[in-house]
């Protein structure tokens, strides 16, 4: 994967794959009020979306937690609180998130 800073006055609010290219385009303003779990949960979901050749969020949130489940400690309940943070209340996606972890 290759990374691109871009800055407020671009439509991007934190990251962003281009599905083509598989850039992503990270946000250098918001960026630093994530810890290094976050980011990490947060380039993988990327990443996810450009691997899978994917817009589904929750293809995504899946792609991340399945690499970091069993490496991180409390990776379930970091990478719920990664979505919080970032504002997702989409409870869809919190809930395939759990169902995953319980299979
Ligand atoms: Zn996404």
Redesign the pocket.
């Known amino acids: 994967m290759k990374y691109r800073w871009v800055d407020n006055n671009s439509d991007v609010r934190i990251a962003a794959v281009d599905l083509e290219t598989g850039v992503i385009e990270i946000n250098r303003q918001n960026w630093n009020q994530f810890s290094p779990f976050e980011k990490k949960y947060i380039l993988l979901?990327?990443e996810g979306?450009y691997k899978l050749q994917t817009d589904s969020?929750i293809q995504?949130d899946l792609y991340a937690i399945n690499r970091v489940a069993g490496i991180e400690p409390k990776s379930l309940k970091k990478s719920i609180d990664t979505l919080y943070k970032v504002g997702i209340l989409d409870e869809t996606r919190i809930y395939e998130l759990y169902k995953n972890a319980l299979k």
């Open positions: 979901h990327e979306h969020e995504a």
